[in-house]
């Protein structure tokens, strides 16, 4: 099992710029969480996903859009990259609420 | 907005002596999670404890509750080049599916 998996490892964008970061898990997990985590700070949520189809913000959900279109697969797009979007996002993913998250390697993303 | 709290933010200790790292909390909760970060890498679980336990272990880890005071211990005993990693904790919100995290414990265990 590879469990959580994210694409790209490293990005560097241009202001005004868009991407999207895609996670793949497979554990079968229902539920699905994109994070990001600035220096001497814990995540903040973003955006997640409780079923395929079903997305929620988070904590910090302005200036991303998240989709669920098959289970296994979570996508993070930023659509006009700005500089306080420079920080490390991750992926995790648990089989619900109450139990463990697995964690991605995570992408560092840095925006000029 | 972050509720978990860990304390202190920074500790180094000589191998082979046991760490202590505390977490406080604001609101009641269903359960409290430890994590370990190593440097650069996603984090890793390590200890879920539920609000109607007091205490877990998991090897060299020990978790307490204490939801009278909302806080959290972990102990690391007998600590390793290796426990070298920050700490952090995670509450859930009850109803809410988030985890909120806090900024972490950074443990530096010299040789």
């Known amino acids: 099992n590879a469990g959580v998996t994210q694409t790209p490892k490293f990005r560097v964008l241009k202001t005004g710029q868009s991407m999207t970061l895609l996670c793949a898990q497979d554990m079968n997990h229902e539920y699905m969480y994109w994070y990001r985590q600035d220096p001497g700070m814990g995540l903040r949520l973003i955006h997640y996903s409780v079923g395929e189809g079903t997305t929620a913000k988070g904590e910090v959900p302005d200036g991303y859009n998240v989709s669920r279109l098959k289970k296994q697969n979570f996508l993070l797009g930023l659509e006009s990259a700005a500089p306080s979007q420079t920080s490390v996002y991750f992926c995790?993913?648990?089989?619900?609420?109450?139990?463990?998250?697995?964690f991605g390697p995570g992408t560092r993303l840095t925006v000029t | 907005s972050q509720q978990g709290e860990e304390d202190p933010q920074a500790l180094s200790i000589q191998e082979g002596e046991n760490a202590t790292m505390n977490c406080s909390y604001k609101?009641?909760?269903?359960?409290l999670q430890w994590y370990r970060q190593n440097s650069g890498r996603g984090l890793v679980h390590l200890i879920l404890i539920r609000s109607n336990e007091r205490e877990k272990h998991s090897g060299r880890l020990r978790v307490t509750l204490d939801t009278s005071k909302k806080s959290s211990s972990l102990l690391i005993t007998a600590s390793r080049a290796a426990d070298t990693a920050s700490y952090f904790c995670a509450t859930d919100e009850g109803s809410n599916y988030q985890l909120i995290w806090g900024a972490g414990t950074k443990l530096i265990i010299k040789p």
């Open positions: 609101t009641s909760i269903n359960n």
């Open positions: 995790a993913s648990s089989y619900g609420t109450g139990y463990e998250q697995y």
